[in-house]
């Protein structure tokens, strides 16, 4: 029941654009994405809400189309510093329960 | 620093021996949540606090496990007779009473061993 990322990993050169998705079996009524480095904890990156709202963060923007329960992550002109392992998450109920999150997306940017 | 903090950060101990962690969560932030990530998976939800009471706990949470969060400030978890498969990083979240959507943030985690 946990949301499914793909692909699984990406290695790109600096300055070259990525997509990340995010599906989902059961209802998405918001869609959470964070990114983790190696060793550290992971950090919210931003909240999709139903209603196809699209919201940025840096040069990293996203978009969510709750009819295909889908989110997609757009990384734009990637920097050294965008490396790391990006999930999407559901909550787990509605409310303020907990998260169920995906497997990740490996992101490796090259020089 | 006003973020979440966690104690220890890393914690070794031999099989059947008993650990306990500690998280502080941001202040006023009312929600708190215990997780636990191996290598290689997302974060797994192991229960949740909003203020002093235990909201949900996942089937993952065995009977060895307990959490508390007796003022409504910080949490403990505390491990009963670990075991090899218990090693895993324990993350901790809190998230604001005026986050409609459950926005929650991290602290650094707890990487457990258990040899």
């Known amino acids: 029941q946990q949301p499914v990322q793909s692909p699984q990993a990406v290695i790109l050169r600096e300055g070259e654009d990525a997509v990340i998705n995010c599906s989902s079996s059961?209802?998405?009524?918001?869609v959470h994405w964070y990114r983790q480095k190696h060793g550290e904890a992971p950090v919210f990156l931003m909240i999709?809400?139903?209603?196809?709202e699209q919201k940025g963060h840096e040069k990293i923007s996203a978009s969510f189309n709750e009819k295909k329960q889908q989110s997609s992550l757009y990384l734009t002109a990637s920097q050294l510093s965008y490396s790391g392992t990006y999930f999407c998450?559901?909550?787990?109920?509605?409310?303020?329960?907990?998260?169920?999150f995906g497997k990740g997306t490996h992101l490796i940017i090259q020089p | 620093d006003t973020g979440v903090s966690q104690d220890p950060r890393h914690k070794i101990t031999k099989r059947g021996q008993n650990v306990t962690f500690r998280c502080d969560p941001i202040?006023?932030?009312?929600?708190l949540y215990w997780y636990r990530q191996t290598l290689g998976q997302g974060p797994e939800f192991l229960t949740y606090?909003?203020?002093?009471?235990?909201?949900?706990k996942s089937r993952l949470l065995s009977d060895r496990f307990s959490a508390e969060r007796p003022k409504g400030s910080f949490s403990t978890l505390e491990i009963q007779r670990t075991e090899q498969g218990d090693s895993a990083m324990y993350l901790c979240?809190?998230?604001?009473?005026?986050?409609?959507?459950?926005?929650?943030?991290f602290g650094p985690g707890t990487r457990l061993t258990v040899l």
């Open positions: 202040s006023e932030h009312n929600r």
């Open positions: 059961k209802a998405l009524y918001s």
């Open positions: 998450a559901r909550l787990r109920g509605g409310g303020a329960d907990g998260l169920t």
């Open positions: 606090f909003q203020n002093e009471a235990q909201l949900e």
């Open positions: 999709l809400l139903k209603g196809g």
């Open positions: 979240a809190s998230s604001s009473p005026e986050s409609s959507y459950n926005e929650q943030f």
